[in-house]
C-alpha cells in the first residue's frame, strides 16, 4: 500500500553532481522523518542523513559539506543533492521514511529499492 521509489541516480564524474529523489505514494496519513542510507560494494548500509518534519537535518561526517538533504512535504518528497562526488561515495543509495498510515497509529519503517550511483575514477 505505501511505496517508497528513488530515482536519480546514475554515473557520474569526480567532482561532478547528481540530485536524488524519493517519491511517497499510497495510504498515508503522515510522515515522519526521511533519510538516506547507503550501502558501499562489500560493506554494510551506512547512514547518510536525514530530516525531520520541521526541516531539521543530520548528515554523516564524510558528507558534510557535500550534500544537501531537503523535502516536499506537500508532494511527499525527498530529495538529496549531492556536489563535489568522489569514488568513495559509488553505492546503492537507498530512502527511508517513518509513515503512519491512519490517524492515531504507530509510525511505521518503510524502505525504497534503491538507486545505483557511480562515480568515475
Known amino acids: 500500500q505505501v511505496q517508497l521509489m528513488e530515482s536519480g541516480g546514475g554515473l557520474v564524474q569526480i567532482g561532478g553532481s547528481l540530485r536524488l529523489s524519493c517519491a511517497a505514494s499510497?495510504?498515508?496519513?503522515?510522515?515522519?522523518?526521511m533519510g538516506w542510507y547507503r550501502q558501499l560494494p562489500g560493506k554494510q548500509r551506512e547512514f547518510v542523513a536525514s530530516i525531520s518534519r520541521v526541516g531539521s537535518t543530520r548528515y554523516v561526517d564524510s558528507v558534510k559539506g557535500r550534500f544537501i538533504i531537503s523535502r516536499d512535504n506537500e508532494k511527499n518528497t525527498m530529495y538529496l543533492q549531492m556536489n563535489s562526488l568522489k569514488s568513495e561515495d559509488t553505492a546503492v543509495y537507498y530512502c527511508?521514511?517513518?509513515?503512519?498510515?491512519?490517524?492515531?497509529?504507530?509510525?511505521?519503517?518503510?524502505w525504497g529499492q534503491g538507486t545505483q550511483v557511480t562515480v568515475s575514477s
Open positions: 527511508n521514511a517513518w509513515i503512519s498510515k491512519y490517524s492515531g497509529t504507530s509510525w511505521d519503517d518503510y
Open positions: 499510497g495510504s498515508i496519513f503522515s510522515i515522519n522523518t
